[in-house]
């Protein structure tokens, strides 16, 4: 049996290359989506079976094994790019050992919009939010210029209305719909403008001039001089430096900041992880002030405020990966349960000035369980000008204690 998938691109069998429409005329079965099955012409014979899930697609190759001679499966778009055709391949091949595989690419969604726009797509970064969940905000943090391919309930307008709300409603946005159809819209806007729209449920969008953020990713230990603070307390630098070491955050991580004072340690987590989210979690007014005057100040749009203390604040928020605590207003061991329940695998990184704090740290983080426990004392002096000398003044000593594995 000789099974081809086909990438058939946006649809249109003119956009086919000549070794797809062959395969597709040849068939003796064709199987796919319904919407591409009736997209196809006339000349393409072959008997006609609709599937829409891979399990679907293996029953039906698999029952017409040895009768079909030559099947082919149609993927909209192209089969390298966010397609069903990979994982179908895996499968076939352990269910069908015998059968000849042959995989012919099509026109990708990027590719046919940027020819729309007369653009190059080359340095676009490519996001799926089809069926899967999606920061747009995230995903823009780095700057540049992000195709994003929609679907379900991420819609071109939900994407453009969170990218928004993350002050990026000013960037230039393109949506696309039913690109390759007789009804194509090809809509270009602000952000915020195409938030308020409405758009076919195929469609693409196209978000350019992202800003990048105006410090780029460096070793922790950004100079306190440079956050603005007014008499809200701040994790200095010395300490920040260490803090970051121990959480270790990854670009796409899911990060917590709570009790995040200034917003210093989300800043530096934001930089850290420009591929993914940071939530600082604060519950005072003139601090949450100055966490917003700081995410403005470093440029950056992957930083969330979350007005309220933990473990309360942190209903509904996504699982952390890594997770820092600044303080917790005396609640340390119900956050760190909440912080358990939302993730038994997170890193957890907890600052703390008095020994009390520091006993109940390692309780609670005793209590839940964590693994690889350990507790660091930072001492740090700084130098400060005596007429011609220099007299090291000390600073109040932190404990860092941390749980869970790297």
């Not at 806007?189 to 469609?203: D, I, M, N, V």
Request: aromatic share 4%.
């Amino acid at each position: 049996m000789d099974i081809t998938l086909i990438g058939i691109g946006p649809g249109d069998w003119l956009s086919l290359t000549q070794a797809a429409a062959r395969a597709l005329e040849q068939a003796l079965v064709i199987l796919g989506a319904p919407r591409l099955l009736e997209g196809l012409p006339a000349q393409c014979g072959g008997r006609r079976i609709a599937c829409l899930r891979t399990s679907e697609l293996v029953e039906a190759l698999t029952g017409l094994n040895g009768r079909a001679g030559q099947a082919a499966v149609a993927f909209s778009g192209d089969i390298g790019f966010y397609s069903g055709a990979a994982s179908l391949l895996r499968t076939l091949q352990a269910a069908l050992p015998e059968a000849r595989f042959t995989l012919l690419p099509g026109l990708s969604s990027p590719q046919v919009l940027a020819a729309r726009l007369g653009r190059p797509w080359q340095n676009w970064k490519l996001v799926s939010a089809h069926g899967v969940a999606c920061n747009p905000a995230a995903a823009c943090a780095g700057g540049g210029d992000v195709f994003f391919l929609t679907g379900g309930s991420c819609t071109p307008a939900s994407l453009c209305a969170q990218l928004t709300e993350a002050g990026l409603g000013g960037c230039q946005a393109t949506a696309a719909s039913r690109l390759g159809y007789p009804d194509e819209a090809i809509v270009t806007g602000t952000a915020a403008q195409l938030a308020e729209q409405t758009f076919a449920p195929l469609s693409v969008l196209l978000v350019e001039g992202c800003p990048a953020p105006l410090r780029q990713s460096r070793v922790g230990g950004i100079p306190d001089e440079e956050f603005l603070r007014a008499k809200v307390p701040m994790t200095k630098q010395e300490v920040r430096a260490a803090a970051l070491a121990l959480l270790a955050p990854r670009p796409g991580d899911c990060l917590w900041d709570l009790g995040a004072g200034t917003g210093s340690v989300s800043v530096e987590l934001a930089l850290a992880a420009p591929e993914g989210q940071v939530y600082a979690v604060e519950r005072n007014a003139d601090a949450q002030a100055l966490i917003l005057e700081n995410r403005r100040k470093f440029g950056l749009h992957n930083l969330t405020l979350i007005s309220g203390a933990a473990p309360e604040a942190l209903a509904g928020l996504p699982a952390p990966d890594r997770v820092f605590v600044g303080g917790t207003g005396g609640h340390m061991a119900e956050t760190l349960a909440a912080v358990h329940t939302a993730n038994p695998a997170a890193r957890v990184v907890i600052s703390a000035i008095a020994i009390e704090s520091l006993s109940a740290a390692l309780a609670a983080l005793q209590a839940q369980g964590f693994e690889a426990i350990q507790v660091s004392q930072i001492s740090v002096s700084r130098s400060r000008p005596a007429g011609g000398l220099h007299l090291m003044m000390a600073q109040n000593p932190v404990y860092l204690i941390s749980g869970g594995a790297l």
